[in-house]
T-cell receptor, first 117, second 116 residues
């Protein structure tokens, strides 16, 4: 069966420090991968998605970047954190585009709560 | 522009009563619609989806949703609420814009509170 792991679960970082959140998926190949941010405990904002190794699409301009160095690994990074980067970050995966039975059924990780002070 | 709306920030219901969480959508073409649930400090969990076929879709934990094309709605329902159903519920629609590549547009979420 497929599983998704996200870490760290909780992170407190000072303004200006770097960030690295990691997400890995097991039990599937060539997944679509996503990073979402949930601010103020409510709305979800899609930050990045990837359909393959090295292929990253950014949804909104921001202080963050994403990388996919391996098929089932998705990393969210920042060189210098801002206060506004605080939030709950969620990684998700889905089957590749074209599989309509599974298309868009996202499986989410448990999330990483980032507090920037 | 494609969008999904959840008009209620919060829905309160007594345990054992039926519940409805509302969702309306606006997309070009035939919609792919989804409901997800989020428990506190957790990721979202998939509940059910509508792609095609019967307008009434059954999902996990006894939930169901009714697709209504004329009203562009996809309301989530359950005949008898449980306290354990208390959570944040998200409606979502597949982004049908060109090059969207399997992306979802989420609503702002509705907090369901079931009182014992």
């Amino acid at each position: 069966s497929q599983t998704i792991h996200q870490w760290p679960a909780t992170l407190v970082q000072p303004v200006g420090s770097p960030l690295s959140l990691e997400c890995t998926v097991e039990g599937t190949s060539n997944p679509n991968l996503y990073w979402y941010r949930q601010a103020a405990g409510r709305g979800l904002q899609l930050l990045f998605y990837s359909v393959g190794i090295g292929q990253i699409s950014s949804e909104v301009p921001q202080n963050l970047s994403a990388s996919r160095p391996q098929d089932r690994q998705f990393i969210l990074s920042s060189k210098k954190l801002l206060l506004s980067d605080s939030g709950f970050y969620l990684c998700a995966w889905s089957v590749p585009h074209g599989d309509l039975l599974g298309a868009n059924v996202l499986t989410f990780g448990a999330g990483s709560r980032l507090t920037v002070l | 522009a494609q969008s999904v709306a959840q008009p209620e920030d919060q829905v309160n219901v007594a345990e054992g009563n039926p519940l409805t969480v509302k969702c309306t959508y606006s997309v070009s073409g035939n919609p792919y619609l989804f409901w997800y649930v989020q428990y506190p400090n957790r990721g979202l969990q998939f509940l059910l989806k509508y792609i095609t076929g019967d307008n009434l879709v059954k999902g996990s934990y006894g939930f169901e949703a009714e697709f209504n094309k004329s009203q562009t709605s996809f309301h989530l329902k359950k005949p008898s609420a449980l306290v354990s159903d208390s959570a944040l519920y998200f409606c979502a629609v597949r982004d049908m814009s060109r090059g969207a590549t399997n992306k979802l547009i989420f609503g702002t979420g509705t907090l369901l509170a079931v009182q014992p």
